[in-house]
């Protein structure tokens, strides 16, 4: 498998301009299609409220726990970290465990505040969703049906 992937990646990159110019178009035709199939995606995103309301109702029912979850674990590990660093005796010791420290704070206010960010967005997300949705799906009104 690899000697193939090695031998495509060859091929690919020592080539002519008409293989060049085939690979931009083909990637050029990838992006369009992506980005004509997001867009119809949006027209139909109505139809996907079903499916969207459960993973909502999950993420918001696992926030909390997952608050505490965070919440404990953090402070049971920097507890420790601290012991630790407490307890060292040589000063190359020290300093590696202060900045263990340092770094596992760091990390657990990231998380923190990152939990904290996606409960706060839930709500903001599902109404913009639901104003996209509806904005996109409303029925013309006469003027827009009449014919000139």
């Known amino acids: 498998m690899k000697t193939k992937m090695m031998k495509m990646a060859k091929w690919l990159g020592t080539g002519s301009k008409k293989k060049k110019i085939a690979l931009k178009t083909l990637a050029v035709l990838f992006v369009a299609t992506a980005a004509a199939l997001a867009y119809n995606g949006v027209t139909y995103a109505a ?3 079903n499916v969207v309301q459960p993973v909502v109702d999950l993420i918001s029912a696992l926030v909390n726990p997952l608050l505490m979850i965070v919440g404990a674990g953090g402070v049971i590990f920097c507890i420790m970290l601290g012991v630790k660093y407490a307890t060292a005796e040589e000063p190359q010791e020290r300093e590696k465990r202060k900045q263990s420290l340092k770094t596992a704070i760091i990390g657990y206010l990231l998380i923190f505040i990152l939990v904290v960010v996606l409960k706060l967005s839930i709500g903001p997300l599902t109404e913009w ?5 509806v904005a996109t799906n409303a029925k013309p009104t006469t003027s827009q049906t009449s014919n000139p």
């Open 47 to 49: 139809n996907f409220k």
């Open 129 to 133: 969703m639901e104003s996209n949705t």
